[in-house]
């Protein structure tokens, strides 16, 4: 536990620039200075999703997430190409081409968790 408030002090105080972390590391703790987030393995829900990636761009400032999916997510991303356009975020071209017309229009009256 003392390791952990050292790094996170460290990581406040701006004495370290990069942290890499478990999902678990920020619940509960204002991260203010984070400004990109990278997402190795795609939560479980959309929900998990947007909390993760919240962690950059607090109070207004600008961020950015960077998300690796592979098959196992799939049944995620019309949920997901559906929470990118409502934030006003870029959606790669190879996500909307991995889901079909009908899953996006299915899911696009469904709230996503945010």
Do not use: W
């Amino acid at each position: 536990m003392r390791e952990r408030r050292d790094v996170m002090g460290s990581f406040l105080g701006g004495e370290v620039s990069l942290l890499v972390s478990t999902g678990v590391l920020g619940r509960g703790v204002d991260l203010l200075v984070v400004r990109q987030v990278i997402v190795f393995d795609m939560p479980n829900t959309i929900k998990e999703y947007i909390h993760v990636i919240g962690r950059a761009s607090r109070m207004g400032d600008q961020g950015s997430a960077i998300l690796f999916v592979n098959e196992e997510s799939r049944n995620l991303f019309p949920d997901l190409v559906v929470a990118l356009k409502s934030c006003g975020a870029a959606i790669p071209k190879q996500l909307t081409s991995l889901t079909s017309a009908r899953e996006m229009h299915s899911n696009k009256k469904r709230r996503v968790g945010y």
